[in-house]
């Protein structure tokens, strides 16, 4: 098949100026199995933290790396520069002429992929639980902006044609927003619209290299405790607690030392790197802790293979219980212990399984306990930590992650209440569904409350015009 994968960049075969993220990992997640499965691809990256012409340098050609491969590079979009973004993906997508079509890992690609015009089967991969993080980022500066990702994200559901979701819980959330807009419907009912595709590990991700000199002999001695931690201070992460746990940890544990790379995610939320920042500056142990920023894909392996346990701390929020934690993978890959907040879906079946030590959300005491009990007990650290890499390997690899999507790949199909009203030419619909739905979501977060009726009038009336009724019959939403 030719599949037109639309996601967000850098992927692993070129170099840019912007680190790796989760949503560029959950992206290539998508496209390897299908590259190994001999599916002709092309893969357009939307790269994220470049509004600009992006900036890559290629390390292999795609065609190298699988035949049939191509791949586009475009800027992440703006408010400034969507319109020309769309426009040009969509010209991509005409000239590639596909079977299909996926949407990878992220709103970012979602922006695009829901204004794109064509009549092909539409898989959206959600990865993460998109409303309640907007529910975190509604107080920030861009909170308007934030506020429109609702229309998009309502069109994404009345167009799919299948989803699948980083969780169980996310996939059952889903389900629910799926039934909102009227695509739990007769027309559906023999069908599976979403799946659950976690997180999942690379094929080639490295074990644990020799000692490497990234952080022992150079930031502290040979024989201390690392802990340590990587990627983005998101909205999500409990920055306060994990602050106030290794200021404990240090303080009563001598050989310890604290290694962070990654940082504040620009564009996007900076404000908790620098909070963190700011209160180590104010540490009597703050000669311990060791921030060394953003550093490249193949420094990030060296640090872990000399770290001993990873720390992850969620707040206890809606999008904690209904998103997904990818970060902590490279950190099994690499045989590092894993320390986690059991909030999340893959933390709680990590710490049920015993595959990571489970610490109370929002209790930096009763964390700091468990971590300095871990000190002491590195032997069966080690242990624990060799029982998880061969669970991440196996149970959480990118084949077995995206069993459904490449199964859907091989044969895809429109979702039949879509095939119903792509024969019957009735697309404007979608539109004034979402722009109705949009406005009804303005009435109920408002601060003022305002009578909803008429706009709830002809919402009714545009969902029974979209509703595949048994007898065959069709209600145009301007009539009475």
């Known amino acids: 098949m030719k599949l037109f994968i639309v996601g967000v960049g850098p992927l692993p075969f070129y170099r840019s100026p912007r680190p790796r993220t989760a949503l560029s990992d959950g992206t290539w997640q998508l496209i390897q199995p299908l590259l190994e499965d001999g599916h002709a691809i092309r893969a357009v990256t939307l790269e994220f933290?470049?509004?600009?012409?992006?900036?890559?340098?290629?390390?292999?050609?795609?065609?190298?790396?699988?035949?049939?491969?191509?791949?586009?590079?475009?800027p992440e979009t703006t408010r400034d520069n969507r319109k020309r973004v769309v426009r040009q993906v969509q010209m991509s997508l005409s000239a590639f002429n596909p079977d299909a079509v996926i949407s990878a890992g992220s709103v970012v690609a979602t922006w695009v992929t829901t204004e794109l015009k064509h009549r092909l089967p539409l898989w959206y991969d959600l990865y993460g639980?998109?409303?309640?993080?907007?529910?975190?980022?509604?107080?920030?500066?861009?909170?308007?902006?934030?506020?429109?990702?609702?229309?998009?994200?309502?069109?994404?559901?009345?167009?799919?044609?299948r989803f699948s979701a980083a969780t169980a819980r996310q996939a059952d959330m889903v389900m629910g927003e799926l039934g909102m807009v009227g695509r739990l419907n007769p027309a559906n009912l023999d069908e599976q619209l979403v799946t659950l595709k976690p997180s999942g590990l690379p094929p080639d991700s490295p074990r644990r290299l020799p000692r490497t000199g990234r952080i022992r002999g150079r930031l502290c001695?040979?024989?201390?405790?690392?802990l340590f931690s990587s990627?983005?201070?998101?909205?999500?992460?409990d920055t306060r607690a994990f602050f106030a746990t290794?200021?404990?940890?240090?303080?009563?544990?001598?050989?310890?030392?604290?290694?962070?790379?990654?940082?504040g995610i620009g564009g996007h939320y900076d404000r908790g790197y620098e909070t963190f920042k700011g209160w180590i500056r104010d540490s009597p142990v703050r000669e311990r802790f060791f921030l060394e920023g953003w550093v490249p894909q193949e420094q990030v392996i060296e640090y872990e293979s000399e770290a001993d346990l990873g720390l992850n701390f969620d707040l206890d929020v809606s999008e904690s219980h209904y998103g997904v934690r990818s970060r902590f993978l490279s950190w099994m890959a690499r045989g590092v212990a894993v320390a986690t907040t059991p909030v999340s879906a893959p933390s709680r079946e990590l710490v049920e399984k015993g595959l990571a030590l489970g610490m109370i959300p929002g209790d930096p005491a009763a964390s700091a306990s468990v971590i300095s009990g871990a000190i002491r007990n590195r032997e069966g650290l080690a242990e624990m930590a060799a029982r998880a890499e061969e669970f991440v390997r196996n149970q959480w690899s990118f084949r077995e992650t995206t069993r459904a999507l490449r199964e859907w790949a091989a044969n895809p199909a429109l979702a039949a209440d879509?095939?119903?009203?792509?024969e019957e030419d009735?697309?404007?619909?979608?539109r004034e569904l979402a722009s109705l739905e949009l406005i009804l979501d303005s009435v109920?977060?408002?601060?003022?409350?305002?009578?909803?009726?008429?706009?709830?009038?002809?919402?009714?009336?545009?969902?029974?015009?979209?509703?595949?009724?048994?007898?065959?019959?069709r209600r145009r939403w301007w009539q009475p």
Request: proline share 8%; aromatic share 14%.
């Open 49 to 74: 933290g470049q509004t600009e012409s992006p900036q890559i340098e290629y390390l292999r050609n795609p065609e190298e790396i699988a035949p049939g491969f191509e791949h586009q590079a475009y």
């Open 444 to 473: 109920f977060t408002s601060r003022e409350r305002r009578e909803p009726s008429r706009t709830w009038t002809r919402l009714r009336r545009i969902l029974m015009e979209r509703w595949p009724w048994p007898d065959g019959r």
């Open 129 to 161: 639980a998109f409303i309640p993080e907007l529910q975190l980022r509604m107080e920030s500066p861009d909170a308007e902006d934030t506020f429109e990702t609702f229309a998009v994200y309502k069109r994404m559901l009345l167009r799919g044609d």
């Open 221 to 226: 001695p040979e024989d201390s405790f690392v």
């Open 231 to 237: 990627g983005g201070f998101n909205t999500w992460q």
């Open 418 to 422: 879509n095939r119903a009203w792509f």
């Open 426 to 430: 009735l697309l404007p619909i979608q």
């Open 246 to 263: 290794l200021e404990r940890v240090l303080l009563d544990n001598p050989a310890a030392r604290f290694v962070c790379l990654g940082g």
